[in-house]
């Protein structure tokens, strides 16, 4: 059976810089690339934004849950995500 595989995009941050690096890696091996926000702040802290992008079979409402695996025990969260809509 073929699965469609979709491009994805994801926004998603990180709380603890020194935890990119390991975010970077595990993100990876997955398949997927991690691109910082140099341009978004934390006013109150070191938090790093970023996107996550890559191709997946799952469905729009599983792309949360496969990232919240990878991202949540580094301290982070998955703040958006869904297929990447071409643009006509």
């Not at 994805?8 to 709380?15: D, G, K, Q, R």
Request: hydrophobic share 40%; glycine share 10%; aromatic share 6%.
């Amino acid at each position: 059976m073929n699965e469609i595989l979709h491009k994805f995009e994801a926004e998603v941050l990180i709380l603890d810089p020194a935890n990119v690096p390991r975010l970077v890696h595990e993100l990876t091996v997955v398949g997927c690339k991690f691109t910082i926000d140099h341009d978004a702040v934390d006013p109150c802290g070191p938090t790093v934004f970023g996107s996550v992008t890559g191709m997946t079979e799952l469905n729009e409402n599983e792309i949360s849950d496969m990232l919240s695996g990878i991202v949540e025990p580094l301290g982070g969260d998955v703040l958006e995500w869904g297929y990447v809509r071409r643009v006509q």
